[in-house]
Nanobody, 125 residues
Framework: QVQLVESGGGLVQAGGSLRLSCAAS????????MGWLRQAPGKERELIGS????????WYGDSVAGRFTISRDNAKNTVYLQMNSLKPEDTAVYYC??????????????????WGQGTQVTVSS
């Protein structure tokens, strides 16, 4: 088991930036693939980005590639999501998730075993 707590959400103007953080408990943080997912009302859950256990491989969804950056600091048990050039369509609840998948990096929306409580991101036009 791992406990995940997101922070950093809020209200920003279109074109602005925001950095989300996810703090994980436990001594085995580096054993998990980590990801950020989001869900807006009436829309399917969407994988935004994921990162391999050692941080060497990252993956981004088409909707955010080039604007968002995922990173992790295993010494601090923390994963980050830097969001730039935000658009109103980025408005959603953002979740941090962890997986023990044997894959180098997880690129699917399903299969995430552990989730944080979520943090709201609202982008005004």
């Amino acid at each position: 088991q791992v406990q995940l707590v997101e922070s950093g959400g809020g209200l920003v103007q279109a074109g602005g930036s925001l950095r989300l953080s996810c703090a994980a408990s436990g001594r085995t943080f580096s054993s998990y693939n980590m990801g950020w997912l989001r869900q807006a009302p009436g829309k399917e859950r969407e994988l935004i980005g994921s990162i391999s256990r050692n941080g060497g491989i990252t993956w981004y969804g088409d909707s955010v590639a080039g604007r968002f950056t995922i990173s992790r600091d295993n010494a601090k048990n923390t994963v980050y999501l830097q969001m730039n050039s935000l658009k109103p369509e980025d408005t959603a609840v953002y979740y941090c998730a962890a997986s023990l998948s044997l894959l180098k990096v997880v690129t699917s929306t399903t299969g995430w075993e552990y989730w944080g409580q979520g943090t709201q991101v609202t982008v005004s036009s």
